[in-house]
């Protein structure tokens, strides 16, 4: 069936799969995915449905049957590739919970191609449900009709993440203390990534560490004292705009 402005319909459920799509493949759906198809959107035998897998891209599908347990879908054909997303970390450190979550949202939508959640010694929380933060990034990557995921790594402790940082990827490091104008600092920088502290900041020793780090290029965001999830969003916007994909 070729592609029209049609078809696929706009309106059609979009879902992220594990296996690798190929056309003709019947993917059979279970658990969450199998319940949002059949019991919140009512998806019938002939719906279409859009399945990305976060490797070959985008692909339409026609559900074969939707059951109480399950779904099975055939794959029908590829509508774009897997997205290029810039190549930008951000390295938030954990905030409460809703907040983080916010934050994974507002990351994914805005194209990071990695996050990396960091514990810090203010960290008010110092754990993360990554199956439920992943939920929340795969959500939002649907939501926003994004073909790729960020890449969602276990929270590492500060320290560690220094300690193992690669050698030719900047570190653009949030300091409420001071540090280069935002956009002076992010323009084309190709390969770089951005750390927020926590509720409380960094301490001292904490600060002087991210300093020592020859990656590290301390940003300031202005003059105010933002919340942690505002300064992490809004740089990445600002990366985003200066050296990511909004430069069209
Ligand atoms: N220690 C601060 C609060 C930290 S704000 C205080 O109470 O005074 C949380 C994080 O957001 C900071 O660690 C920093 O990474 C970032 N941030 C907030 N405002 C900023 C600014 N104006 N410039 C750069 N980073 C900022």
Redesign the pocket.
């Known amino acids: 069936m070729p592609a029209t402005p049609a078809w696929p319909p706009r309106s059609a459920p979009r879902l992220f799969v594990v296996p690798e799509l190929a056309e003709g493949a019947m993917v059979t759906l279970e658990g969450n995915p199998a319940h949002y198809l059949a019991r919140v959107m009512r998806v019938a035998a002939g719906d279409t449905v859009i399945l990305c897998d976060d490797i070959t891209g985008e692909w339409a599908a026609e559900v074969a049957y939707a059951g109480k347990r399950h779904v099975e879908v055939r794959v029908i054909r590829q509508m774009r590739g897997r997205e290029h997303v810039p190549d930008f970390w951000l390295c938030p450190?954990l905030?409460k919970r809703d907040r983080f979550y916010m934050v994974l949202e507002k990351a994914t939508e805005l194209g990071a191609a990695r996050i990396v959640p960091v514990i810090t010694r203010?960290s008010v929380v110092d754990k993360l449900n990554l199956e439920r933060a992943q939920t929340v990034v795969v959500e939002a990557a649907e939501q926003c009709a994004r073909t790729a995921l960020p890449d969602l790594a276990a929270p590492a402790p500060l320290d560690r993440l220094l300690r193992d940082w690669p050698a030719g990827r900047l570190l653009f490091?949030?300091?409420?203390?001071?540090?280069a104008p935002?956009g002076d600092a992010l323009r084309e920088s190709e390969m770089a990534a951005i750390?927020?502290?926590?509720?409380?900041?960094?301490d001292d020793a904490e600060r002087a560490a991210i300093r020592q780090l020859p990656q590290a290029r301390?940003?300031?965001?202005?003059?105010?004292?933002?919340?942690?999830e505002?300064?992490?969003l809004a740089?990445t916007a600002l990366f985003m705009a200066l050296a990511g994909d909004w430069r069209g």
Do not use: K
Not at 173 to 179: I, L, M, R, S, V
Not at 218 to 228: C, D, K
């Open positions: 450190a905030i203010r490091f949030a300091d409420e203390q001071g540090g935002v750390l927020v502290g926590p509720e409380g900041g960094f301390p940003i300031s965001l202005g003059p105010s004292i933002l919340r942690a505002t300064a992490a740089a």
